[in-house]
Nanobody
Framework: QVQLVESGGGLVQPGGSLRLSCAVSGSIFNFRAKGWYRQAPGKQRELVAD???????NYADSVKGRFTISRDNAKNTMYLQMNSLKPEDTAVYYC???????????????WGQGTQVTVSS
């Protein structure tokens, strides 16, 4: 019953900020944060930001300079700080991570349940 649980979404005005969290629920051996994706109505799911095991980050052009991905491996949690939000950022946001449940198992991909971000005045 290990899951990635997202929180922090909601309704904000243009120019506002939100901080999304993605935390592991349950006991695991290792947490490897991968990135954040979003899906707007009628559109494909797209990569918003990713982070490597070494801490390097990458962002979609549409969010560069406004969003920041981070992680706290000690807490098995990853974050997406979203500033200067625009209506075009409205979407369901999903986190993705690789979890190793036991020392002897191979890592596998997990998705958060999705959290709605709505940017509107």
């Amino acid at each position: 019953q290990v899951q990635l649980v997202e929180s922090g979404g909601g309704l904000v005005q243009p120019g506002g900020s939100l901080r999304l969290s993605c935390a592991v629920s349950g006991s695991i051996f290792n947490f490897r944060a991968k990135g954040w994706y979003r899906q707007a109505p009628g559109k494909q799911r797209e990569l918003v930001a990713d982070i490597t095991s070494g801490g390097n980050t990458n962002y979609a052009d549409s969010v560069k300079g406004r969003f920041t991905i981070s992680r706290d491996n000690a807490k098995n949690t990853m974050y997406l700080q979203m500033n200067s939000l625009k209506p075009e950022d409205t979407a369901v946001y999903y986190c993705n991570a690789e979890l190793t449940l036991q020392w002897y198992s191979r890592p596998s991909g997990y998705w958060g349940q999705g959290t709605q971000v709505t940017v509107s005045s």
